[in-house]
């Protein structure tokens, strides 16, 4: 089993540009998160998922949209990048225990 | 209001020696869970140990203790026996339980603690 997958691992973009993160899991969970962690703080929820087909905002959701069109996957876009979110991006799935991905780390110049 | 407090920014221990790491949490919801998760350098997220709001004993996973205070809404993980490659990121993560829980059972974290464990 790969666990949770994220792709991609590292991406520079321009204030304005627009990006899809995707993160893949193979362990049948229902449960699926997206968090943004900055210097400092610990990591904040961006959007969840609880089922195929759904979505629902977390703490920080402003500026971000997400899909979950498959079980297996859960992407994050981000339609016009900011500065503000230059950051590392974790996706999680779960079924009790949160299985983390690798991280991305997005940097928006 | 933040749900998870972590006081210590910064930690040193020396190698072989055990070292608390403080956590309070801060929840109404009579069901919950508290998390421990390691984040060394590498970036990647590391769980370590689960407690959950029931357990009437602490959890315990190899050198790894929680010292869980309910009344206290206290989660301390103890470090036994500190070891160079425990030298990470510690953060302290609360999952709450209700059925209405309006963020499917997502994680809040605290801000973490640096532990440098020296030789």
């Known amino acids: 089993n790969a666990g949770v997958t994220q792709t991609p691992k590292f991406r520079v973009l321009k204030t304005g540009q627009s990006m899809t993160l995707l993160c893949a899991q193979d362990?049948?969970?229902?449960?699926m998160y997206w968090y943004r962690q900055d210097p400092g703080m610990g990591l904040r929820l961006i959007h969840y998922s609880v089922g195929e087909g759904t979505t629902a905002k977390g703490e920080v959701p402003d500026g971000y949209n997400v899909s979950r069109l498959k079980k297996q996957n859960f992407l994050l876009g981000l339609e016009s990048a900011a500065p503000s979110q230059t950051s590392v991006y974790f996706c999680?799935?779960?079924?009790?225990?949160?299985?983390f991905g690798p991280g991305t780390r997005l940097t928006v110049l | 209001a933040q749900k998870i407090t972590q006081t210590q920014p910064g930690m040193f221990v020396q190698e072989k020696e055990a070292v608390t790491l403080d956590c309070t949490y801060d929840t109404s919801d009579p069901s919950y869970g508290l998390f421990w998760y390691k984040q060394p350098s590498s970036g990647e997220m590391i769980f370590l140990i689960y407690q959950g709001s029931y357990d009437q004993q602490n959890a315990t996973e190899g050198r790894y203790s929680l010292n869980f205070q309910k009344a206290r809404k206290s989660a301390n993980l103890v470090i036994s026996a500190s070891q160079l490659g425990d030298s990470a990121m510690y953060f302290c993560?609360?999952?709450?339980?209700?059925?209405?829980?309006?963020?499917?059972?997502?994680?809040?974290f605290g801000k973490g603690t640096s532990l440098l464990v020296t030789p």
């Open positions: 993560a609360m999952r709450e339980g209700s059925s209405n829980s309006n963020s499917g059972y997502a994680l809040n």
């Open positions: 362990m049948n969970h229902e449960y």
């Open positions: 999680a799935s779960s079924l009790g225990e949160q299985f």
